[in-house]
């Protein structure tokens, strides 16, 4: 089995908010166990690499509500 080391980024369906948001690059996440995140509007600037279940924990975090402290 080949693996594409190159990402493929994405942005959630949910991002329309004008640019303000994160890609991630999901064709690395089960060969690599990692989910590559980046700015979308700096596509050339840095990656950040989160372990998938640290990841995972981040996006159930969001979900139940933990951040809304604004």
Known sequence: MTTDLTP???????SNNGG???EI??????PHGIVP???SKSPS???LDFRTSSFS???????SGEF???
């Open 8 to 14: 493929r980024w994405f942005t959630s369906s949910y």
């Open 20 to 22: 303000a948001c994160v």
């Open 25 to 30: 690059a999901a064709n690395l996440i089960a």
């Open 37 to 39: 995140v980046r700015d």
């Open 45 to 47: 600037g840095p990656v």
């Open 57 to 63: 924990s981040f996006i159930a975090g969001i979900k």
């Open 68 to 70: 809304n402290t604004v």
